[in-house]
């Protein structure tokens, strides 16, 4: 079993930056792609970010382009979002996710097995 957590989410005004982490523990040699996800309210989860076991293959959502970046360490087995010039759409509830199969494809929600529990992320007008 894999334990995801993240951390990293607070209350930042439009233009500035977050960065989420997401820990992974257990048996994280089963979890090879990472993907980051948001949703709010009343909506379904939005892919936001998603990078290999490598970190050469990565994919952004429209929306995260330009201004997130994805990345990871391994050997912490963490996963990072760094979130820049944040809009107060960005308000949602970010989740981390992983999948054992090691797939190259940009994955949807479904495909991912782990999921973290959440982390809050409010951008102010």
């Known amino acids: 079993q894999v334990h995801l957590v993240e951390s990293g989410g607070g209350l930042v005004q439009a233009g500035g930056s977050l960065r989420l982490s997401c820990e992974t523990s257990?048996?994280?040699?089963?979890?090879?792609?990472m993907g980051w996800f948001r949703q709010t309210p009343g909506k379904e989860r939005e892919f936001v970010a998603q990078?290999?076991?490598?970190?050469?293959?990565?994919y952004y959502a429209d929306s995260a382009k330009d201004r997130f970046t994805i990345s990871r360490d391994n050997a912490k087995n963490t996963l990072y979002l760094q979130m820049n010039s944040l809009k107060p759409e960005d308000t949602a509830v970010y989740y981390c996710a992983g999948d054992r199969l090691g797939r190259t494809r940009r994955l949807g929600p479904d495909d991912f097995g782990s999921w973290g529990q959440g982390t809050q992320v409010t951008v102010s007008s």
């Open positions: 257990g048996r994280t040699f089963n979890i090879l792609t």
């Open positions: 990078i290999s076991w490598t970190g050469t293959t990565r």
